[in-house]
């Protein structure tokens, strides 16, 4: 029961975090195919640096084991990637940010999000006895986690990940730094000829 409280509480603060930060607005998730706002991608790598160097920080001090971790099918993976970033481009939020936009007492976000959901899951179940035996056959890594398949420590990993983040997050500022002299530089010809 204490679990399911802690993880209760701990998905009310992600909501609220994801309100705060303005993730639940339609704009901003499609703003990111369009490469012109990549808030939601720097904080979701954010996210993924706390939660990964937090979960191996209380593994080391011997407060948490790991679980059994699920199986790695690449071409499931990729597949399953790709319908989820095409129906979050095409819809505008994921499952996290339907649940926040719903909280905001968004109608738009609880019912397109409730349907698509269970429609998604019925088509899930129904197709998954003939699908997921090919699927799982093709690139099937087992049990396996990157510090094992690579052979490496998880602090080198979570090193590593970090310096590439934080490398990306430069990369997208500097990019959008350079769009918006463009743009300013552009702005003040149309002044001058207008």
Known sequence: MTNYILALILGLFFGLSLQKAGLTKYHKIVNVFRFTDMAVLKFMMTAL????????ILKWM????????????IAGNVI???IFGVGMAFSGYCPGTCVAGAGEGKLDYLVPGLLGFTTGAAIYGLI???????????ANF???I?????????ALVIAFFTLFSLLLFYLIDRNQMQR?????INNERLTVNG
Do not use: C, H, R
């Open 49 to 56: 640096i706390v939660s990964m160097t937090g979960l191996y």
């Open 128 to 138: 998954y006895p003939q699908v997921f035996p090919k699927i799982s056959a093709i």
């Open 80 to 82: 399953g990637g790709l």
């Open 180 to 184: 918006q002299d463009k743009l300013a």
């Open 62 to 73: 011997g407060v948490i084991t790991f679980p059994g971790v699920p199986a790695t099918y």
């Open 142 to 144: 087992g049990s396996a």
């Open 146 to 154: 990157m510090p094992e398949l690579w052979n490496v420590s998880a």
